[in-house]
């Protein structure tokens, strides 16, 4: 069974940068026929869709967070990971990874619990 | 302000149907297909349907979807209380991006 966990910091300052890790097991991150994906979800409101990556590097970014955001893989970890670059209280929210389907289709199948993580001074 | 535009709330009686509604526009739901998401509060959201009108293994038939044009809705039919959940609409966008509704709090009567 699939299973996806995120893990990282939870609190944050103003200015600086989240960092996320997603930890896949029960299938290979290598697998052609799909990519990984960041979602997010601030408290109480509805979900945002950060942006995606394939095992081979390839990445699409949502165009509001573009500038701000780095997805990465690495295949020998099985692991895939979210940067976002000078944090504001309005990136507080949960953050979820999920499998993506993505030729054909954009399906997001598996999800993992999410991570909440809270920008304060 | 969200790309998708889903009503803030729905409602109904046990055993009732209920329809939630998403509209977009060409560029989103018009030329690709239509993902519904069911949430719990506190939960991961979970694949209700996808590719218009396709449930995933496990996912009741009383759960269906469907699609015209640059609109789309999910059916809820003889509603249980454990339907009780919020109910998210998701496409894909000619920007490259994958676009979400504002999510719809089905709450049953």
């Known amino acids: 069974q699939l299973q996806l966990q995120e893990s990282g910091p939870g609190l944050l300052k103003p200015s600086e940068t989240l960092s996320l890790t997603c930890t896949v097991s029960g299938d290979s991150i290598s697998s052609s026929t799909y990519y990984w994906g960041w979602i997010r979800q601030p408290p109480g409101k509805g979900l945002e869709w950060i942006g995606s990556i394939y095992y081979s590097g390839s990445t699409y970014y949502n165009p509001s967070l573009k500038s701000r955001v780095t997805i990465s893989v690495d295949t020998s970890k099985n692991q895939f990971s979210l940067k976002l670059s000078s944090v504001t209280a309005a990136d507080t929210a949960v953050y979820y990874c999920?499998?993506?389907?993505?030729?054909?289709?954009?399906?997001?199948?598996?999800w993992g619990q999410g991570t909440l993580v809270t920008v304060s001074s | 302000q969200s790309v998708l535009t889903q009503p803030p709330s729905a409602s109904g009686a046990p055993g009732q149907r209920v329809t939630i509604s998403c509209s977009g526009s060409?560029?989103?739901?018009?030329?690709?297909?239509v993902y519904w998401y069911q949430q719990f509060p506190g939960t991961a959201p979970k694949l209700l349907i996808y590719r218009n009108n396709q449930r995933p293994s496990g996912v009741p038939d009383r759960f269906s979807g469907s699609k015209s044009g640059t609109s789309a809705s999910l059916a809820i039919s003889g509603l249980r209380s454990e339907d009780e959940a919020d109910y998210y609409c998701?496409?894909?966008?000619?920007?490259?991006?994958?676009?979400f509704g504002g999510g719809t709090k089905l709450t049953v009567l």
């Open positions: 060409s560029s989103n739901i018009g030329n690709n297909y």
């Open positions: 999920a499998r993506q389907w993505w030729f054909g289709e954009k399906r997001l199948d598996y």
């Open positions: 998701a496409a894909w966008d000619d920007s490259l991006s994958v676009v």
